[in-house]
């Protein structure tokens, strides 16, 4: 079965910078990759995915992610951050042939400070 | 009302209680889950259903015990929980290979 790590629980940072999160994952099959976002007492909401095609995907709200194969990664990006960014952010992976078998990250908490 | 909707948002309740959790979807899809997320820890798919048929359960206690009458509507009956199984219970939707569509999720705290 298919497993994500998001290598940081926390990411704080100033309004306008740049931010990366991380993702890795592990499977032994091919995989779809996903990145979700939480806002305060809301449920997940889909950022981008990554089903096919080019590995650079770009999503809602300005953020992008890069599928890297040989890496196993899916790292989320965003030139310039809001504090509107502020959020749980969740990857997610899952197997190409059965896409009930989601798998979640931990989550990474993203917070944008004036 | 569009997407996928949760009642209650909040929920109550003692241990020796019976509660209903319920999830619409307005998306025509074809699949519905039931996860758990707790503080700290990774979101936790409970149960599957796909044409209203369970197709995954992932070692979930009876205690637990879903519901599907038709392809719009999932319940998760709640009985006799444990204080441990408070926490954020979040419904979704999909089709295919695609993404999952979410609702906002029911918060349960078990007293």
């Known amino acids: 079965a298919q497993s994500v790590t998001q290598l940081d629980s926390q990411v704080p940072v100033f309004e306008e910078a740049p931010v990366e999160l991380r993702c890795n994952y592990s499977?032994?099959?091919?995989?779809?990759l996903f990145w979700y976002v939480q806002y305060p007492n809301q449920g997940l909401q889909l950022l981008l995915k990554?089903?096919?095609?080019?590995?650079l995907v770009k999503g809602i709200n300005g953020f992008e992610a890069e599928f890297n194969k040989s890496q196993t990664s899916f790292h989320l990006r965003k030139p310039s951050v809001h504090i509107s960014d502020t959020a749980e952010y969740f990857c997610a992976v899952s197997d190409r042939s059965n896409n009930n078998d989601m798998r979640f990250g931990a989550g990474t908490r993203l917070t944008v400070k004036p | 009302e569009t997407g996928v909707t949760q009642t209650p948002r909040h929920l109550v309740m003692g241990m020796t209680n019976k509660k209903s959790l319920k999830c619409e979807q307005h998306?025509?899809?074809?699949?519905m889950y039931w996860y758990k997320q707790s503080a700290k820890k990774p979101l936790e798919l409970m149960f599957v259903y796909n044409f209203k048929e369970q197709t995954e359960n992932n070692s979930v206690p009876s205690r637990f015990s879903p519901e599907c009458p038709n392809s719009s509507h999932l319940f998760l009956h709640l009985h006799t929980l444990q204080p441990e199984d408070s926490a954020l219970y979040l419904c979704?939707?999909?089709?295919?290979?695609?993404?999952?569509?979410f609702g906002p999720g029911t918060r349960l705290t078990v007293l």
């Open positions: 979704a939707s999909g089709q295919g290979a695609n993404e999952q569509f």
């Open positions: 990554y089903l096919s095609g080019s590995t």
């Open positions: 998306l025509g899809h074809n699949a």
């Open positions: 499977s032994s099959v091919s995989v779809y």
